[in-house]
Each structure stands twice: as C-alpha cells, then as structure tokens.
C-alpha cells in the first residue's frame, strides 16, 4: 500500500512562486507515473503535470512554461515548481502515483491572492 504525503501548498500573492512536494513510503516498488490533480470549487478535477519514472513529462496547456515537474526517483519524491501564479490557480492540488493501481495524496490548498 502506498502513501502519499504532500505538502508546500499556502497563500501567495499572484506572481508569486510556490513548490509543491509529495513523498512516496511503503509499497513504492514499481511506482510509474507521478503527477499532480487539482480541483478548484465547483470544477473537476484537472490534470496539472505527470512526470514518468524516465522523466518524460506532460502539462496542461494552462501552466505550460510557469509550471515545471520534476522526481526524485532514489527518494520516490516528485515536485511541482509553480512560478507566476494565478488566482486561477486557486485549488487544491493532489498528488497521484501510479503501480498496479492509483494512489492519492490527501491534497494541499494553493490560494493566490489576485
């Protein structure tokens, strides 16, 4: 069984900057992909960026050159560097790890103040 602890989300003005982290314990053999959802009130949840164990990666086009995701595989760690943030941007972001099956991350609130 794998967990997922995020954290690094808060309140920024927009422009501002924030990184998000999400540390993998227990099962961790075989992880794949990597990434994170967000969902903001009364939205779906998006896709925001997946990294894959090669490092391979893909955004959505909405963060495209603001956002930038990155792993750590020997610390089965991923990041989320968010620079010129938006109040669009507002949700919470959830960390996922893909194995046999998907795992979530309880979820961390980004704010951005317009």
């Known amino acids: 069984q794998v967990q997922l602890v995020e954290s690094g989300g808060g309140l920024v003005q927009a422009g501002g900057s924030l990184r998000l982290s999400c540390a993998a314990s227990?099962?961790?053999?075989?992880?794949?992909?990597m990434g994170w959802y967000r969902q903001a009130p009364g939205k779906q949840r998006e896709l925001v960026a997946m990294?894959?164990?090669?490092?391979?990666?893909d955004y959505a086009d909405s963060v495209k050159c603001r956002f930038t995701i990155s792993r750590d595989n020997a610390k089965n760690t991923v990041y989320l560097q968010m620079n010129s943030l938006k109040p669009e941007d507002t949700a919470v972001y959830y960390c996922?790890?893909?194995?046999?099956?998907?795992?979530w991350g309880q979820g961390t609130q980004v704010t951005v103040l317009s």
């Open positions: 996922y790890a893909r194995q046999s099956r998907v795992y």
């Open positions: 227990g099962g961790i053999s075989d992880i794949g992909a």
């Open positions: 990294v894959a164990w090669l490092h391979t990666t």
